[in-house]
């Protein structure tokens, strides 16, 4: 039988984390971002240059080097309480895997990482597909600013 790489590499990856492995399509993301995410995000550079998503949107904050970044601090964008909360008070910078589950339940996932079941998001939109949301946070992870090189 004859197993195709990216199966051997998700199950190596299952063997050493005991977890199932997601194998991230940043090119799918993209598709996914435009069908799904575009109506409230952007991906604009600090230049002013859109890379993703339409201009002015003023719904949903800029995603532009989201991966890295505290949870909750887009200057100029007015947050919900508790997700400014999980960045400030309980850490949250965002990761590939964070917006992963994040987008698939924002309100869960603010609930589980404050510790207050009451918490809310007002990201209202899901990403159904973990395969999905996982391709969109591979996206999202080509976007920010290229550090310069040494020397």
């Given amino acids: 039988m004859k197993i ?12 050493m984390t005991g977890l199932p492995a997601l ?19 952007n991906v604009v550079d600090d230049s002013g240059e859109v890379l993703a ?3 002015n949107m003023r719904t949903g904050p ?3 080097g989201v991966i890295g970044r505290q949870a ?7 947050y919900g309480a508790d997700l400014v909360a999980a960045g400030a008070e309980a850490g949250l910078v965002w990761s590939e895997e964070a917006i992963t589950t994040y987008v698939q339940d924002p309100r869960s996932y ?11 998001s007002q990201m209202a939109f899901q990403v159904r597909s973990e395969s999905d949301a996982a391709d969109v946070a591979a996206y ?9 090189p040494a020397g």
């Fill in 62 to 64: 800029n995603l532009y």
């Fill in 23 to 41: 194998a991230q399509d940043a090119e799918n993301g993209a598709t996914v971002f435009q069908r799904q995410c575009q109506n409230c995000h």
């Fill in 53 to 55: 998503g339409r201009p």
């Fill in 110 to 120: 603010l609930q589980e990482v404050t510790g207050n079941n009451r918490a809310r």
């Fill in 4 to 15: 195709s790489t990216k199966a051997a590499i998700g199950a190596f990856a299952l063997t």
């Fill in 140 to 148: 999202l992870a080509t976007f920010g600013a290229q550090e310069e």
């Fill in 72 to 78: 909750g601090v887009v200057e100029g964008f007015r």
